[in-house]
């Protein structure tokens, strides 16, 4: 096959106030693209893998400028659709950093984006191209009816050609609400093989209740979903965090998980997708899921670390920092 993974999502454009400042008086930007399927066909491209992209970008200047972020990411563009309407747009977003105890803020302007106008059709050379793994996620499906229905679309093709399935719930309350997106996606769950989940839409959007190892032991047994995986994120301050998963593995019936990684935060957005990355790249390598959770907590780590949503790493630099943690010697100060 072509491709190791494919991710579909729509591409958006973030915008931030320099310096920290509020969105209220702010008069400068910083801009980076983004997207969460995107950031994970980054991260899995950065360790190795051969990942495509499947998304619709408005035919202008714009459009080609996300079109270079793709490729300068490792990711392959060939199969992204094109919006040829007079109208056409990228979403954007504008994002406010907080500082303790002031929190983050997110603000979308994503409606009738070009993304918004997907067809299924567009992507059939891709999906004849086939992959060993498909992903995408929670916010594609509650964009609109008609980018819901062609992941959905993409879902059952990839699975029917024998590709292992990855959907992660990422829930955004700005987008739908709870009870929509939980009988959206419980319709999906059945065609999914790797979950990934936060503890807090178990127990809100799914009502689960218990403790969070039973939980994600019955999506799998409800569901024959291989591996479940939540990330398990104490935030000291938006500038500190502790960062760590528990993974369970439907085939051996064991939980996995690591002591935490302590991290100076840069800019958190794109870091749980940096997880999935990590954690996707394993599975596709063969390793353990023990060994799989280790790529995934390190990738998080590490793009926590950098500005921007995309991550900015390499395998080697992923390898040697599992190393440093697992052995807990912090290494040299500095690479010179």
């Given at each position: 096959?072509?491709?190791d993974?494919?991710?579909?999502?729509?591409?958006?454009?973030?915008?931030?106030?320099?310096?920290?400042?509020?969105?209220?008086?702010?008069?400068?930007?910083?801009?980076?693209?983004?997207?969460?399927?995107?950031?994970?066909?980054?991260?899995?491209?950065?360790?190795?893998?051969?990942?495509?992209?499947?998304?619709?970008?408005?035919?202008s200047?714009?459009?080609?400028?996300?079109?270079?972020?793709?490729?300068?990411?490792?990711?392959?563009?060939?199969?992204?659709?094109?919006?040829?309407?007079?109208?056409?747009?990228?979403?954007?977003?504008?994002?406010?950093?907080?500082?303790?105890?002031?929190?983050?803020a997110?603000?979308?302007?994503?409606?009738?984006?070009?993304?918004?106008?997907?067809e299924?059709?567009?992507?059939?050379?891709?999906?004849?191209?086939?992959?060993?793994?498909?992903?995408?996620?929670?916010?594609?499906?509650?964009?609109?009816?008609?980018?819901?229905?062609?992941a959905?679309?993409?879902?059952?093709?990839?699975?029917?050609?024998?590709?292992?399935?990855?959907?992660?719930?990422?829930?955004?309350?700005?987008?739908?609400?709870?009870?929509?997106?939980?009988?959206?996606?419980?319709?999906?769950?059945?065609?999914?093989?790797?979950?990934?989940?936060?503890?807090?839409?178990?127990?809100?959007?799914?009502?689960?209740?218990?403790?969070?190892?039973?939980?994600?032991?019955?999506?799998?047994?409800?569901?024959?979903?291989?591996?479940?995986?939540?990330?398990?994120?104490k935030?000291?301050?938006?500038?500190?965090?502790?960062?760590?998963?528990?993974?369970?593995?439907?085939?051996?019936?064991?939980?996995?998980?690591?002591?935490?990684?302590?991290?100076?935060?840069?800019?958190?957005?794109?870091?749980?997708?940096?997880?999935?990355?990590?954690?996707?790249?394993g599975?596709?390598?063969?390793?353990?899921?023990?060994?799989?959770?280790?790529?995934?907590?390190?990738?998080?780590?590490?793009?926590?670390?950098?500005?921007?949503?995309?991550?900015?790493?390499?395998?080697?630099?992923?390898?040697?920092?599992?190393?440093?943690?697992?052995?807990?010697?912090?290494?040299?100060?500095?690479?010179?």
């Amino acid at each position: 096959m072509k491709f190791d993974l494919v991710t579909f999502g729509e591409a958006i454009l973030r915008f931030s106030p320099v310096g920290g400042d509020r969105l209220v008086r702010a008069d400068r930007f910083d801009c980076v693209l983004g997207g969460a399927e995107l950031n994970v066909a980054a991260g899995a491209a950065q360790l190795g893998m051969r990942t495509a992209y499947l998304t619709k970008l408005p035919r202008s200047r714009m459009g080609e400028y996300a079109l270079e972020r793709i490729k300068n990411a490792g990711v392959s563009g060939d199969s992204i659709s094109w919006d040829e309407e007079d109208d056409d747009r990228l979403a954007l977003y504008y994002l406010e950093t907080g500082a303790a105890p002031r929190k983050s803020a997110v603000v979308y302007d994503r409606r009738h984006s070009s993304f918004t106008n997907v067809e299924t059709e567009e992507f059939a050379p891709a999906v004849e191209e086939g992959a060993r793994l498909f992903h995408t996620c929670g916010i594609s499906l509650a964009l609109c009816a008609q980018s819901r229905a062609v992941a959905r679309q993409l879902v059952e093709s990839y699975k029917a050609q024998g590709a292992l399935i990855s959907f992660d719930v990422n829930y955004r309350a700005n987008l739908w609400g709870e009870e929509e997106a939980r009988a959206t996606i419980e319709e999906l769950l059945p065609l999914v093989d790797i979950l990934f989940i936060s503890e807090e839409s178990c127990r809100r959007m799914f009502a689960r209740t218990g403790e969070i190892r039973q939980i994600l032991k019955d999506f799998s047994t409800q569901y024959d979903i291989r591996m479940v995986a939540t990330t398990q994120r104490k935030v000291l301050s938006p500038q500190r965090h502790e960062f760590t998963a528990l993974v369970y593995d439907a085939a051996s019936d064991r939980f996995f998980t690591q002591p935490p990684y302590q991290i100076d935060v840069v800019d958190r957005i794109g870091s749980g997708d940096a997880f999935v990355a990590g954690v996707l790249s394993g599975v596709l390598k063969g390793e353990t899921p023990d060994r799989a959770l280790r790529y995934g907590n390190a990738m998080a780590a590490l793009k926590s670390t950098v500005y921007g949503d995309l991550p900015c790493t390499g395998l080697a630099e992923v390898e040697r920092l599992i190393a440093e943690h697992d052995s807990g010697a912090a290494g040299s100060e500095m690479d010179r």
